[in-house]
């Protein structure tokens, strides 16, 4: 389902049965932003039939948080000029290199190349893993990117976070909103998550920089700023 947030700003939730992420979209006056692509064509291509039950455009652009399969796979099915940081465009090209079959899951889990808990979503989103396609963004950039949509504007900051290298927050300055992915969670190494408290400090510290009300993370409900920086507390306290 495609929840309007403001006049500008619609999403649909997360899946946790496939790990779908939450993904996002804004509409300014002269073209619209995707954020986040899907973690396969079926996602985006579901986002896409949303957005054409409510009159909704397409968008013209669509921003990565990250480079995990759940957040970036979907890229196959936009048509989209697609954007990320350059760690992000890196990681991806090492996933578009792969081949994806059943024996080469058992090598990637083996070496490390694909953790278990990822493993065991992606063989449900893909029943055939040999229809994974891994397309690689269009735009790289470093640092921080400002898009000025027509009446609203999407910067996209680079930050050093505790889940990984190349987490990448999506600010709405006008709509007081922050897509944050993945960045606000815990690393994945193994079998295990592991939390990384100097990070964490430094994400919670640029994150108060920033005029929000209401943050969207990769998995889970909208929350509010004071809701986010109490969960950051609760995690550094321990």
Not at 184 to 208: C, K, M, Q, T
Request: charged content about 25%.
């Amino acid at each position: 389902m495609l929840f309007q947030f403001s006049d500008r700003l619609w999403y649909i939730p997360s899946e946790e049965a496939t790990d779908r992420p939450v993904l996002g979209y804004l509409r300014g006056d002269h073209r619209s932003l995707m954020i986040d692509a899907g973690n396969s064509a079926r996602h985006a291509a579901g986002f896409l039939h949303l957005l054409d039950e409510r009159n909704l455009p397409h968008p013209e652009l669509v921003a990565l948080t990250h480079s995990h399969w759940d957040h970036c796979y979907g890229l196959c099915a936009l048509d989209a000029v697609s954007i990320c940081c350059a760690a992000t465009r890196k990681d991806l090209e090492r996933d578009a290199s792969l081949v994806w079959s059943d024996d080469a899951m058992h090598t990637y889990l083996e070496t490390g190349v694909v953790q278990k808990f990822c493993e065991e979503h992606m063989r449900v989103e893909y029943p055939q893993l040999e229809e994974i396609q891994v397309n690689l963004p269009e735009i790289v950039f470093s640092g921080e990117l400002t898009i000025d949509l027509g009446g609203c504007h999407a910067v996209l900051r680079q930050l050093t976070n505790p889940h990984t290298e190349d987490g990448v927050v999506v600010w709405l300055p006008e709509e007081r909103v922050l897509f944050v992915g993945d960045a606000a969670y815990e690393e994945l190494v193994g079998n295990d998550w592991i939390d990384h408290p100097d990070r964490l400090s430094s994400f919670a510290s640029a994150l108060r920089e920033m005029d929000f009300t209401h943050c969207f993370v990769g998995h889970g409900e909208p929350m509010t700023r004071n809701a986010l920086f109490d969960w950051f507390s609760q995690r550094l306290s321990v």
